[in-house]
């Protein structure tokens, strides 16, 4: 079984930058890293290759400059191999054109499965994954909290806003895999060795097959109109516990008078 | 000058048409001299409470036998519009929820038109415009469909008050889906609803929700008896979900529900971006946290350094007593 895992790197959470006023995208000075929401598809894409038996889990990421180090976290993970597509004429590109770059750089791979994370950690639109199913002509299951592959069919469990669904699904397919699906694996000293010699196919647009004009700023059909600093929430009053900060909040509540 | 036409993507909660809905269409009536619904289902069913909240035309494909809404609705909007059966609207709005999500992402390839996500506010200045949050809510993003053909918008909950303006019945049409083939091969087997007692998350005046610095699983019960003792609904942060504490319906933030209520009380809760998207609209915050340099002190209206292992159990002893 070919599994094909969807991973972006992101500038890290804990120094996340700011929006270029400029050049309206987001400033990406620092080292990408893995974006922790996928590694819970990777971490699922290795369980279910081990489930099966047999085939191998391949990353497909999209970064300028050829940027791989959140790629390596992956890789040493256990993933065998990656694809990255990085081009000058992707800046700015929207979570369409982002789909249609790893649409047609997953379709090289003819996966039986290919898992996403439900949304990124900075662009987070949620919309990539039905997105690349679509383009890829393929049925998908989004928002999983459990994944099981048998018969040539996904056992998926579906978030709802009720609850969740039960959903049987034919592969080949795209399921989209919420945080918690799985526990991901540390890397371990040899995977991270091992990781540094896992081959990393490089590719641009033109080896895509994709006209320029279809993505970056070129392709994406809204432009952002206006930045601005959002009016802060004025914050409170702030308490250290002395045995007694029960009592302030049940005063609190009585001058709401909502209890 | 508004647009000439919206149509808003019906979802259902139980019988009735979903908050979320209604809120849209709100939105829309003030945006746009048309507004239509496009949903699964039978139409015909809501079309009163549709009407009532502005709704002219509501667009209904029928049961869809287990298939997932994404596939089905998005290929029957881009048939129908291309098929010239409807004419196609200015912009479509949708929930931020699964299957708005689901719907707008396969619409957005089946039209090649751009998809304008976590939306809080819409304008009109040409095309539409939507606004959105970034950076946990600190700066304000507007996006303007520049494409020249309809933008899909996904409104997040609660952004705007869901409103009736006394309206006739919709009137009703079938939106057909067409023949799917392989891609419409996921079949929903079975449906399990996880809500909890007590009145619902995102409508409960008062929120307790718990946090990692409870510590356990077992804490989580000082949540329940909290949202109990003040008539108000237990939720909880992304990470205690992840972990299996509670389930996903209890979730509040950008991944989960989004909460406005009177009071919203956060315990053990360091107020991730993630989470503070889901509550910072709320009224009144209340935090409890060890950690005074926790960013949910920056949105809290009374913020109490101290652990939760202490102040929660007198508080709920406090209030059961009453």
Request: charged letters at 20%.
């Given at each position: 079984m070919k599994v094909v895992v969807c991973v972006k790197q992101i500038p890290d959470p804990a120094d996340p930058g700011a929006l270029d006023p400029e050049t309206k995208t987001l400033k990406r000075d620092s080292k990408l890293i893995l974006d922790e929401s996928d590694s819970y598809g990777v971490e699922m894409a290795l369980q279910l290759v081990d489930a099966a038996g047999e085939g191998e889990v391949h990353l497909v990421s999209m970064a300028p400059n050829n940027e791989v180090s959140g790629l390596r976290t992956a890789l040493a993970m256990g993933a065998a191999s990656a694809t990255i597509v990085s081009d000058d004429a992707l800046q700015g590109s929207d979570a369409l054109g982002t789909a249609k770059v790893l649409a047609a750089a997953i379709a090289r791979q003819e996966p039986d499965l290919v898992l996403a994370a439900t949304e990124s950690s900075d662009g987070y639109t949620g919309t990539v994954p039905a997105q690349i199913a679509e383009l890829l002509g393929l049925p998908s299951v989004t928002f999983a909290k459990s994944v099981a592959v048998d018969g040539g069919a996904a056992q998926v469990k579906r978030q709802t806003e009720a609850g969740y669904d039960e959903v049987e699904c034919p592969l080949p397919a795209l399921v989209s895999v919420t945080a918690g699906v799985v526990e991901p694996r540390y890397p371990s000293f040899k995977g991270i060795m091992a990781a540094k010699s896992k081959p990393v196919d490089e590719l641009d647009l033109g080896a895509l097959g994709i006209d320029a004009g279809q993505v970056g700023w070129a392709g994406a059909g809204q432009e952002i109109v206006s930045i601005e600093v959002a009016p802060a929430r004025e914050a409170g009053e702030v308490i250290e516990d002395e045995g007694d900060a029960h009592e302030r909040i049940v005063a609190f509540l009585d001058d709401l008078k909502v209890l | 000058?508004?647009?000439?036409?919206?149509?808003?993507?019906?979802?259902?909660?139980?019988?009735?048409?979903?908050?979320?809905?209604?809120?849209?269409?709100?939105?829309?009536?003030?945006?746009?001299?048309?507004?239509?619904?496009?949903?699964?289902?039978?139409?015909?069913?809501?079309?009163?409470?549709?009407?009532?909240?502005?709704?002219?035309?509501?667009?209904?494909?029928?049961?869809?036998?287990?298939?997932?809404?994404?596939?089905?609705?998005?290929?029957?909007?881009?048939?129908?519009?291309?098929?010239?059966?409807?004419?196609?609207?200015?912009?479509?709005?949708?929930?931020?929820?699964?299957?708005?999500?689901?719907?707008?992402?396969?619409?957005?390839?089946?039209?090649?038109?751009?998809?304008?996500?976590?939306?809080?506010?819409?304008?009109?200045?040409?095309?539409?415009?939507?606004?959105?949050?970034?950076?946990?809510?600190?700066?304000?993003?507007?996006?303007?469909?520049?494409?020249?053909?309809?933008?899909?918008?996904?409104?997040?909950?609660?952004?705007?008050?869901?409103?009736?303006?006394?309206?006739?019945?919709?009137?009703?049409?079938?939106?057909?889906?067409?023949?799917?083939?392989?891609?419409?091969?996921?079949?929903?087997?079975?449906?399990?609803?996880?809500?909890?007692?007590?009145?619902?998350?995102?409508?409960?005046?008062?929120?307790?929700?718990?946090?990692?610095?409870?510590?356990?699983?077992?804490?989580?019960?000082?949540?329940?008896?909290?949202?109990?003792?003040?008539?108000?609904?237990?939720?909880?942060?992304?990470?205690?979900?992840?972990?299996?504490?509670?389930?996903?319906?209890?979730?509040?933030?950008?991944?989960?529900?989004?909460?406005?209520?009177?009071?919203?009380?956060?315990?053990?809760?360091?107020?991730?971006?993630?989470?503070?998207?889901g509550m910072k609209g709320s009224k009144n915050i209340i935090a409890i946290n060890k950690d005074p340099e926790a960013p949910i002190f920056a949105v809290a209206d009374l913020g109490i350094v101290g652990d939760v292992h202490k102040v929660m159990p007198k508080l709920i002893e406090a209030l059961q007593s009453r």
């Open positions: - | 000058m508004g647009l000439d036409k919206i149509w808003v993507f019906g979802e259902v909660a139980g019988d009735e048409v979903a908050s979320i809905t209604l809120e849209m269409l709100a939105a829309a009536r003030s945006l746009a001299d048309t507004v239509e619904v496009f949903m699964a289902g039978d139409g015909g069913e809501y079309a009163e409470q549709l009407g009532e909240h502005g709704a002219e035309t509501v667009y209904s494909t029928g049961d869809l036998a287990g298939g997932l809404q994404g596939v089905a609705i998005a290929s029957a909007v881009a048939a129908a519009i291309e098929a010239g059966d409807v004419e196609a609207p200015d912009a479509f709005l949708l929930g931020t929820t699964q299957d708005g999500r689901d719907v707008a992402g396969r619409l957005s390839v089946k039209l090649d038109t751009p998809v304008i996500t976590n939306v809080v506010a819409l304008e009109v200045d040409e095309t539409l415009i939507g606004s959105e949050p970034v950076f946990g809510g600190t700066v304000d993003v507007k996006t303007k469909n520049t494409s020249g053909k309809p933008g899909i918008f996904l409104v997040r909950p609660k952004s705007y008050e869901a409103v009736g303006v006394g309206g006739s019945e919709a009137d009703t049409e079938d939106l057909d889906v067409p023949d799917l083939g392989a891609v419409g091969a996921a079949k929903v087997v079975n449906s399990h609803a996880e809500e909890a007692d007590g009145p619902k998350l995102d409508e409960a005046a008062i929120v307790v929700s718990g946090g990692r610095g409870l510590g356990s699983p077992e804490a989580y019960v000082m949540v329940d008896d909290l949202a109990k003792a003040v008539g108000g609904a237990p939720g909880a942060s992304r990470a205690i979900v992840d972990a299996g504490w509670v389930p996903y319906s209890y979730q509040v933030g950008q991944t989960g529900k989004v909460v406005k209520p009177t009071v919203y009380i956060a315990a053990g809760i360091s107020g991730a971006t993630q989470h503070l998207v």
